[in-house]
């Protein structure tokens, strides 16, 4: 079935870039996403990315997605400490009869950010 | 509008009790979803309904859970009995039908503990 993978920890430095990895397991998927969720709230979407694109920039946000390795990266430059959040990757499956399909998440990256 | 509504924001109860999660979606989504997020587990899709028909229920973990949408801006999670290892939080995400990315709005979550 399908399947999403990420770290589940990532420390960086204020200023720094942070890079945060996904691996996915559904070749068919249309879209796949970034979550971030902030301590006590649910998850809101960050950014997305088509699956015929291989890269989307978004201000401090770049998305890469290599398909061939079924790969997913989210990097943020210039991290702050407002950056601090668990980031989920999540790939939309297909939809049963033409209903639009779910998100299959992975279990979170947690990232902390050091001043 | 006021996004994704959950009512109660914390929820703790007794093995053994029925508890009543809800949610009323953003006015004129489609679509429903409900996830449980647990630090072992992550999180996990239990059941969508679009349009208020149930469309993939092979999330929700066994019979003492249920889930109603009795009409657009209304449902329910429904666990009974409850058990410890229901302790999670519970979200409830809501989004639009159509072509494109679709995103998925989520609530603020349902802290359920179960002792």
């Known amino acids: 079935g399908e399947d999403v993978e990420q770290s589940l920890f990532l420390s960086v430095r204020e200023g720094d870039s942070s890079v945060i990895n996904c691996t996915y397991t559904?070749?068919?998927?249309?879209?796949l996403y970034w979550y971030k969720q902030e301590p006590g709230a649910g998850l809101q979407l960050l950014t997305y990315?088509?699956?015929?694109?291989d890269m989307k920039q978004d201000q401090r946000l770049t998305v890469l997605l290599n398909k061939k390795d079924k790969h997913l990266s989210l990097r943020i430059a210039d991290t702050q400490t407002g950056d601090s959040a668990i980031y989920f990757c999540?790939?939309?499956?297909?939809?049963?009869?033409?209903?639009?399909?779910?998100?299959?998440f992975g279990k979170g990256t947690k990232l902390s950010v050091k001043p | 509008d006021a996004g994704v509504i959950q009512s109660p924001r914390h929820e703790v109860t007794e093995m053994g009790q029925e508890v009543t999660l809800r949610c009323k979606p953003i006015?004129?989504?489609?679509?429903l979803f409900w996830y449980r997020q647990t630090m072992m587990r992550g999180l996990e899709l239990l059941i969508y309904?679009?349009?208020?028909?149930?469309?993939?229920d092979s999330g929700m973990p066994e019979d003492r859970f249920s889930a109603k949408m009795p009409n657009a801006s209304f449902s329910t999670l429904k666990i009974q009995p409850s058990e410890p290892r229901d302790s999670a939080v519970y979200f409830c995400?809501?989004?639009?039908?159509?072509?494109?990315?679709?995103?998925?709005?989520f609530g603020p979550g349902t802290r359920l503990t179960v002792l």
């Open positions: 999540a790939e939309r499956t297909k939809g049963y009869g033409g209903s639009q399909g779910n998100l299959i």
């Open positions: 006015s004129g989504h489609d679509y």
């Open positions: 990315i088509f699956s015929n694109m």
């Open positions: 995400a809501s989004s639009l039908a159509g072509v494109g990315y679709n995103e998925q709005f």
């Open positions: 309904f679009n349009n208020n028909v149930p469309i993939d």
């Open positions: 559904d070749s068919s998927s249309t879209y």
